[in-house]
């Protein structure tokens, strides 16, 4: 059984930073790619960040480039989500997800989700 399972979310101050992480079980996610999204309070999910398993390229919302940095460990078949400089807006649920390709590509869906970890930062 295919598990992501996020931890690190927590309560944070306006400016402060925090540190997602995502353990991936059941199978090794090395050569695919591996994402994080996040759903805001009443609105729709939406992407944050995504690493490529064929070159470690990265892709990045607009609201997350300059602050967030997605990284992988393959040896521990891990990806991690740095957040600095977190504003209220940043508040949500994090989700870990995996796509079956080498390179990220927003036309398909990820094929595996986390159940998430919640993000709140206060102002």
């Known amino acids: 059984q295919v598990q992501l399972v996020e931890s690190g979310g927590g309560l944070v101050q306006g400016g402060g930073s925090l540190r997602l992480s995502c353990a991936a079980s059941g199978r090794t996610f090395n050569t695919n790619t591996m994402g994080w999204f996040r759903r805001p309070p009443w609105k729709s999910r939406e992407f944050v960040a995504a690493i490529s398993g064929s070159d470690n390229s990265t892709w990045y919302a607009d609201s997350a480039k300059g602050r967030f940095t997605i990284s992988r460990a393959d040896a521990k078949n891990a990806v991690y989500l740095q957040m600095n400089s977190l504003k209220p807006e940043d508040t949500a649920v994090y989700y870990c997800?995996?796509?079956?390709?080498?390179?990220?590509?927003?036309?398909?869906?990820?094929?595996?989700w986390g159940n998430g970890t919640l993000v709140t930062v206060s102002s």
């Open positions: 997800a995996a796509q079956l390709r080498t390179t990220w590509d927003p036309y398909f869906g990820m094929d595996y």
